[in-house]
């Protein structure tokens, strides 16, 4: 008796990905996965994933081959302006930066927000 074979991951990955409710939610646990401590390889795969399926088949190779490089180059930056040409970057394949209430917190008090916290912001 023979195994069945199994299917490629990547291509059903990708098919999927091609819902952008379906991309928005993977983002989102792809950047809440590990705490704060997200990989930036990990990062750059799930956004070049999300791109092969929203953004590429709707540019031109070369639009295309433009854009993955941006995503390297805001990927390698450091400041708030990595913030805005991420927001960007997904601007242009139907998505946009958001922030959420974390609701594993809700015990806390709201203004519980400490200096470290806030300086730690203040260098992104």
Request: hydrophobic share 45%.
């Given at each position: 008796m023979t195994m069945p074979k199994s299917l490629p991951y990547h291509p059903y990955k990708?098919?999927?990905l091609k819902d952008p409710a379906y991309s928005a939610g993977y983002l989102t646990e792809i950047f809440e996965e590990e705490e704060g401590d997200l990989e930036l390889g990990i990062m750059?795969?799930?956004?070049?994933?999300?791109?092969?399926?929203?953004?590429?088949?709707?540019?031109?190779?070369?639009?295309?081959?433009?854009?993955?490089e941006k995503l390297d180059l805001l990927l390698s930056g450091e400041g708030s302006a990595t913030v805005y040409a991420l927001a960007s970057w997904l601007n242009?394949?139907?998505?946009?930066?958001?922030?959420?209430?974390?609701?594993?917190?809700?015990?806390?008090?709201?203004?519980?927000?400490?200096?470290?916290?806030?300086?730690?912001?203040?260098?992104?």
């Open positions: 990708i098919s999927n750059r795969k799930a956004l070049q994933d999300v791109f092969e399926a929203l953004g590429e088949p709707n540019m031109s190779a070369e639009d295309a081959k433009l854009h993955l242009a394949l139907g998505l946009k930066l958001s922030v959420a209430v974390d609701e594993r917190d809700k015990g806390q008090e709201e203004d519980s927000v400490g200096a470290a916290e806030l300086a730690e912001v203040g260098n992104i």
